[in-house]
């Protein structure tokens, strides 16, 4: 009995990492090093995280797991996901785990399969928007504007202010 059981374990395991290797706002936070320079291990970390989450609570509701990732994605990943994709792959993770509690292996294996090719997908996206090393969107934006000259010439005096509209008039300082 023990042998289905750690099948399943595992299985729980790799379903764990395709759900969240497919999950986009994680990728692209570790794409993008949100999560600062041991991103990539910190995305690996929370795989196990996630998997004793699982196995140390009992009937877990679906607002717990969701609070639970949101809670590890600002904590080390600096980042809110607000896309209603927590409640996504939060309702995956309950649906691998209750198949692993049912011992439903065969389900869990295609489940796992159907993951890892959108993780696939995901990781090609999250790659392509990735801007290049050392270009920024300011730099950009600066390479396409023409240079603006200003006419420094003749100083004068400061244009009077325009009155306010709020009943505030402005108080300057006299010259002695």
């Avoid at 299985?11 to 794409?31: D, H, I, N």
């Avoid at 004793?52 to 509701?61: G, I, K, P, T």
């Avoid at 890892?116 to 996206?125: L, Y």
């Avoid at 990735?130 to 270009?135: F, H, L, N, T």
Wanted: charged share 30%.
């Amino acid at each position: 009995m023990a042998a289905p059981r750690e099948e399943t374990r595992g299985l729980f395991s790799q379903g764990v990492r395709a759900v969240l290797g497919s999950w986009a706002a994680l990728q692209v936070a570790v794409e993008h090093g949100f999560g600062g320079a041991h991103g990539r291990a910190k995305a690996e970390w929370l795989v196990g995280a996630v998997e004793q989450y699982f196995h140390s609570n009992v009937a877990l509701e679906l607002d717990e797991v969701e609070d639970f990732l949101a809670e590890v994605l600002n904590n080390e990943f600096d980042t809110i996901i607000e896309d209603g994709s927590l409640a996504e792959v939060s309702q995956q993770l309950q649906l691998l785990f209750a198949r692993c509690q049912c011992g439903e292996g065969p389900a869990l294996t295609e489940a796992i399969a159907r993951l890892a090719r959108r993780q696939q997908e995901v990781g090609r996206a999250a790659a392509q928007a990735r801007p290049a090393e050392g270009s920024s969107s300011e730099e950009e934006e600066e390479k396409e504007k023409p240079e603006e000259v200003m006419d420094c010439s003749s100083p004068g005096p400061l244009p009077d202010p325009p009155p306010a509209d709020d009943g505030w008039t402005v108080v300057r300082k006299k010259k002695k």
